[in-house]
C-alpha cells in the first residue's frame, strides 16, 4: 500500500475459470464474507440487507458445522 504500485483492473479468475470446483470456491468466498462482516461483536445498522446478511449468517452458525480459525 505505501511502497507499492497501484493496482488497475482486477479480474477474478474464479468466475472464468472452466472447471466444476468453481462454484465450491464461489460458495466459500460468501462464506468468509459473510463471517468476516457478521462474526463480530459490535451492533448494526437496522438497514434491510444488513438484517438479512445476519440472519443468513446465524442460520449457517446454528444449522452446519462452520469452524473459524482467529488468527492473532
Do not use: C
Not at 479468475?13 to 462482516?37: C, E, G, P
Amino acid at each position: 500500500m505505501y511502497s507499492g504500485r497501484p493496482l488497475g483492473r482486477l479480474i477474478d479468475t474464479i468466475y472464468f475459470t472452466h472447471s466444476h470446483h468453481s462454484r465450491f470456491l464461489q460458495l466459500a468466498d460468501v462464506i468468509i464474507f459473510l463471517a468476516n462482516r457478521y462474526d463480530q461483536p459490535d451492533g448494526f445498522s437496522q438497514k434491510w440487507h444488513e438484517q438479512e446478511g445476519l440472519k443468513i449468517w446465524k442460520y449457517l452458525i446454528q444449522e452446519t458445522d462452520v469452524k473459524i480459525q482467529r488468527w492473532p
